[in-house]
């Protein structure tokens, strides 16, 4: 139910915009996230949009990155600027709710990104 598209190689500096295109019911009633996992480490937390807008960051990427939503185009985006190479990694995106007293949760497939000159 979960897309993501948009990794790739890009050089320390650069930038790079990640997509998750979501099949879900009702796509404006969920919480959306990006979590990352790099080799050797455990997944973490990246950034989170919740179904009314607000937003939350890591401390690593705060200040770096943004995470936005279209409701209209059921996609949540990751604009990642000023990339490092501590930032390599898989990244997932994730879909939440509580609907109806029951927890919801998707995960995409994952989307490389490579940050090395």
Do not use: H
Not at 63 to 70: A, C, K, L, M, V
Request: aromatic share 12%; charged share 15%; proline share 3%.
């Amino acid at each position: 139910q979960l897309q993501a598209s948009g990794g790739g190689l890009v050089q320390p500096g650069g930038s790079l915009r990640l997509s998750c295109a979501a099949s879900v019911s009702i796509f404006s009633s969920w919480d959306m996230g990006w979590y990352r996992q790099a080799p050797g480490k455990q997944r973490e937390l990246v950034a989170t949009i919740s179904n009314g807008g607000s937003t939350n960051y890591v401390d690593s990427v705060r200040g770096r990155f943004t995470i936005s939503r279209d409701n209209a185009k059921t996609t949540v985006y990751l604009q990642m600027n000023s990339l490092k190479p501590q930032d390599t990694a898989v990244y997932y995106c994730n879909a939440n709710r509580i609907w109806y007293g029951l927890k919801n949760d998707y995960w995409g497939q994952g989307t490389q990104v490579t940050v090395s000159s």
